[in-house]
């Protein structure tokens, strides 16, 4: 799986939409995340595993910033094999009136390929079974493989 592009606000500390644009930072191929603590390193890899799985990789439930009440996160990728595939997912969640919980509002995945948008699954758990399917990874198994947690390097 090679990133594209991910959108995301309301996400942790970032209330106002941001866009990372990984193309900048894949064009020599292996690419890190890289920062002091707080600056938003795990907030990235948390976006990517919400727009995937429908769940940070942290397992966290509190993750919609406190001065909003519903995220948003859409999240571009491309998969290489013997046809190139490119990915749209994005996810909505709101934050539950009574019990403060995040609850999914939106969910689909559209493939992208060739410009021409074709929605391939809505629904929250569908969503995450056609992520599954796609990359061939779990939520577990894709925080193995991709992310590194704090403490693991030398794990690594």
């Not at 866009?19 to 600056?39: M, V, W």
């Not at 390193?41 to 910033?65: F, P, V």
Request: charged share 30%.
């Amino acid at each position: 799986m090679k990133p594209i592009r991910l959108k995301i606000k309301g996400l942790n500390s970032f209330i106002e939409s941001q866009c990372i644009d990984f193309g900048k930072l894949t064009q020599r191929g292996l690419f890190g995340i890289f920062g002091p603590t707080g600056s938003g390193k795990s907030t990235i890899l948390d976006g990517m595993t919400l727009a995937l799985y429908g769940e940070t990789s942290r397992k966290s439930s509190n993750y919609i910033n406190i001065n909003c009440n519903t995220l948003s996160v859409s999240f571009e990728f491309q998969i290489s094999g013997r046809n190139i595939k490119k990915y749209r997912v994005e996810r909505e969640f709101k934050r539950d009136n009574k019990t403060g919980s995040p609850r999914s509002k939106l969910a689909k995945i559209v493939d992208v390929t060739d410009d021409v948008e074709k929605i391939l699954e809505e629904g929250a758990r569908n969503v995450t079974e056609k992520c599954e399917d796609i990359i061939g990874l779990r939520l577990e198994d894709f925080t193995r493989t991709v992310v590194l947690p704090r403490g693991n390097l030398m794990n690594f």
